[in-house]
């Protein structure tokens, strides 16, 4: 696959997950639910650089 796909993907499950949690979990609390779309971002970068963003071009 190439890259811009794997990136494409990768967005499309990262903005997936966080209207997940947030319909699922944090319906009308504002300070949890961006507390937890934060970290989730924060997790979703870490595996990015972890592990796709090492691979060759």
Do not use: C, E
């Not at 794997?6 to 499309?12: H, K, P, Q």
């Not at 319909?23 to 990015?48: E, I």
């Amino acid at each position: 696959m190439s890259r811009s796909l794997v990136s494409l993907l990768y967005g499309l499950a990262l903005v997936a997950t966080v209207v997940g949690v947030d319909l699922a979990f944090f319906r009308g609390h504002f300070w949890p639910r961006l507390a937890a779309n934060v970290a989730l971002v924060l997790l979703f970068a870490a595996f990015w650089f972890r592990y796709v963003g090492r691979t060759a071009p």
